[in-house]
């Protein structure tokens, strides 16, 4: 198996969503946790794509946000290149930092405005202090021709490129601290297909050429299956499935995983017959106990309810389904160590 | 040929501003045929919700009708009294909007606002008009109609929201419901739900649905036809399955092939270069020339116009002149 860059295990983030002191003693409320993330493992190889999907709430980006460092996480690990990340050393922190580097949705937000786009694309290599003087500029020029733009581009503000233009701009500030890794948040959700396909082919092109390692995080499976290798799928905090690519869409093995890929429109108007999808994603603050997926779920049994499945080695992956292991038909299944 | 639904002819709309007029809508003309479902797909900005704002006669000012008709069953209604309009959208013209807030008063609760739409736009009782909001509430799959139906817009999920609104949009029975972006803000799995109700509940009681989307799986399995705007000019428009499998014009063309599908092989999407432009940098002759890979001299002078092609369909671009393809040919 090809080397681990990234390993995330028992990754668990919670938010107290509780209302103030004052109004729990009036109202008589406990503290009110919400589960964000809950007991996620992966692991993401050396130049794979590794995705997320999941719809709205699912906790897509909170497992970004702890995997380069911009939240804590309540419970579990986070190893990268067999390092473990620890949240209270900045100096090891630091070194580990350099390597990787993360690209937003919203690529307006995460642009400062009142930032020339030179500066903005040179931040990291000052704040590794990778290079200076004129160097500094010659290596921004380069970056954005890297990704596509000029280097006379430099001299301008981020509000006089298109959306598109902004995510290229993201992405050379992204390069710029020469990372192994990027967590790639929904990188296209804000832009129009034709601009995302630009954008989809220089994130592969890029990662041909530096030999990167995504993590991509998106709600469009089309989008996920054509960037990725593996894709993990989220519901409700958890990883309910996770797959190669290509099969997953050919044999899901999670009832979830099945009931999201019929709801996707079909372009190619195969008239392929699709169970119709019914229900929406519960509350997360009191998600429904046992398999947070029972009360949708159209296979749905006794034990669901009761106990959280455990994830099982599938052809494809892993699963976390009671079906795997108590369906006759199925072949016998190992749990995932 | 029956007298479509509606007509749209030569529709041009213009925001004055301080830099000079710009245009949002350039001649933009297509038909909906009774009980027929049109699909309106584009990028962003390129005037598809202008289009449905300008048929139900809520184009914000400064922006205005400049030039072209619109027709309702053979009655002209681009140019009526305001309030006319007023009468003529609720009744006759249903609106399904992005955001379900926008559609839904949240200071009243779903019953009132449903029965209210109904005894404003039909003749029947107050007892009446609660019996067939419950109906129709039913109808769109909220669970326990006649409890929920006292609640407030708030009170549902974002999914249940706009299943209300399309009842609302239904509930005095128009002839034609615009739904612009329906699905947009929701998840996919309730997106999928929420289209199938829409579409079901407009073929059952034969109205038209102009159904305004840049989500071209949308389309795909929901319209009839499809019309695809590009910087506020119609490139193409024909049946679904026509432009989606054998687009023509080269914008319809490179949009498809940019799009990832579920089936799919290859490694690389189809790309445009560049970026759809804005209003005010149009460029003159055909507005996709600069990012068109099959461009000719003509494209940069003179504006292809909307010509019919075999199969009902329209495309404007200069590859498909018939006065050209016959000294070609
Ligand atoms: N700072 C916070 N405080 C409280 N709750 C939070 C916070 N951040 C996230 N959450 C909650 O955690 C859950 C997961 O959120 P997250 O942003 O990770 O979802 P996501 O999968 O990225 O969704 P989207 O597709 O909408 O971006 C949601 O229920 C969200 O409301
Ligand atoms: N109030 C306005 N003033 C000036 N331009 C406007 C206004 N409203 C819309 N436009 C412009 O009209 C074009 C079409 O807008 P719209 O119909 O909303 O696009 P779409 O719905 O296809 O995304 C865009 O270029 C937009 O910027
Ligand atoms: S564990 Fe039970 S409820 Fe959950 S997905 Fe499997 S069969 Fe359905
Ligand atoms: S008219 Fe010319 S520039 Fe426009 S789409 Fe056709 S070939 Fe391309
Ligand atoms: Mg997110
Ligand atoms: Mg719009």
Redesign the interface.
């Known amino acids: 198996m090809a080397d681990v860059l990234l390993s995330v295990k028992g990754l668990t983030r919670r938010f107290d969503v509780s209302k103030p002191w004052l109004n729990r003693v009036i109202e008589r409320e406990d503290r009110q946790f919400l589960t964000a993330n809950d007991d996620v493992s992966f692991e993401i190889r050396k130049g794979e794509t590794f995705a997320l999907v999941g719809e709205s709430g699912s906790g897509k980006s909170t497992i970004a946000k702890m995997i380069v460092g911009l939240l804590e996480p309540s419970a579990g690990e986070i190893r990268f290149d067999g390092q473990a990340m620890d949240f209270n050393s900045g100096a090891a922190m630091r070194k580990l930092r350099r390597r990787f580097q993360m690209i937003f949705q919203d690529p307006f937000a995460s642009l400062n405005p009142r930032w020339r786009v030179g500066d903005i694309i040179a931040e990291p290599i000052h704040t590794f202090g990778l290079l200076t003087g004129a160097a500094v500029r010659q290596e921004v020029g380069r970056l954005l021709e890297v990704v596509g733009l000029s280097a006379a581009d430099a001299a301008k503000f981020p509000h006089e490129f298109s959306g598109g233009q902004r995510q290229r701009i993201a992405i050379a500030r992204a390069l710029s601290s020469r990372p192994e890794f990027i967590v790639c948040d929904e990188p296209t959700s804000a832009l129009d297909v034709s601009v995302q396909a630009q954008i989809l082919n220089l994130m592969r092109d890029l990662q041909d050429e530096f030999g990167l390692t995504y993590l991509l995080i998106s709600h469009d499976l089309s989008v996920v299956r054509h960037m990725s290798n593996r894709i993990g799928v989220l519901y409700l905090g958890r990883l309910v499935e996770i797959a190669d690519a290509k099969q997953l869409f050919v044999e899901p093995q999670h009832p979830y995983t099945r009931m999201l890929l019929d709801a996707v429109p079909d372009l190619a108007l195969s008239g392929r017959r699709r169970t119709p999808v019914t229900g929406e994603i519960p509350n997360p603050i009191n998600p429904p106990p046992g398999c947070a997926f029972h009360p949708r779920c159209p296979h749905v049994m006794d034990i669901c309810r009761q106990v959280v499945p455990a994830p099982m080695t599938t052809t494809s992956g892993q699963a976390a389904c009671h079906l795997l292991t108590q369906d006759d038909r199925m072949q016998a299944r190992e749990p995932v160590a | 040929m029956p007298e479509p639904l509606l007509s749209v002819r030569d529709l041009v709309v213009e925001f004055p501003t301080r830099r000079g007029v710009l245009r949002a809508l350039d001649k933009v003309s297509f038909d909906i045929a009774e009980g027929e479902v049109l699909g309106m797909v584009g990028?962003?900005g390129a005037g598809k919700s202008l289009t449905g704002a300008a048929i139900i006669g809520l184009l914000e000012p400064p922006g205005r009708i400049a030039g072209g008709e619109i027709w309702l069953r053979g009655e002209r209604i681009d140019n009526l009294a305001r309030e006319k309009m007023r009468r003529i959208r609720g009744r006759r013209i249903g609106m399904v909007f992005q955001d379900p807030l926008t559609s839904l008063n949240p200071l009243y609760t779903v019953a009132e606002q449903l029965t209210e739409t109904i005894r404003t736009h039909i003749d029947v009782s107050e007892k009446e008009a609660r019996k067939r909001a419950i109906a129709l509430l039913d109808r769109v799959g909220i669970p326990a109609a006649s409890r929920r139906i006292d609640d407030y817009p708030h009170h549902f999920?974002g999914?249940?929201r706009q299943r209300v609104v399309i009842a609302l949009a239904l509930a005095a029975e128009p002839e034609l419901v615009i739904a612009d972006e329906p699905t947009t803000a929701l998840?996919?799995?309730?997106?999928?739900?929420i289209?199938?109700v829409l579409k079901e509940i407009c073929a059952e009681r034969g109205a038209s649905v102009m159904l305004i989307t840049?989500?071209?799986?949308?389309i795909?399995?929901t319209a009839d036809r499809v019309a695809v705007l590009y910087a506020g000019r119609l490139a193409e428009i024909g049946p679904?399955?026509d432009v989606?499998?054998a687009a023509e014009h080269p914008y319809t063309v490179?949009?498809m092939?940019?799009?990832?599908?579920?089936?799919?092989t290859a490694?690389?999407?189809?790309?445009?270069?560049g970026?759809?432009p804005r209003l005010n940098a149009i460029p003159t002759g055909c507005a996709f020339n600069p990012r068109c890979t099959r461009v000719m001299d003509r494209c940069r002078i003179d504006r292809p116009e909307l010509a019919a092609r075999p199969g009902g369909r329209q495309v404007s671009c200069w590859l498909y002149d018939t006065a050209m393809e016959a000294a070609d040919g």
């Open positions: 990028e962003s999920s999914g249940m998840d996919v799995s309730v997106q999928a739900q289209i199938d840049h989500d071209m799986g949308v795909a399995e679904v399955r989606i499998q490179g949009l092939g940019s799009i990832p599908t579920l089936t799919q490694d690389r999407l189809t790309q445009i270069p970026a759809m």
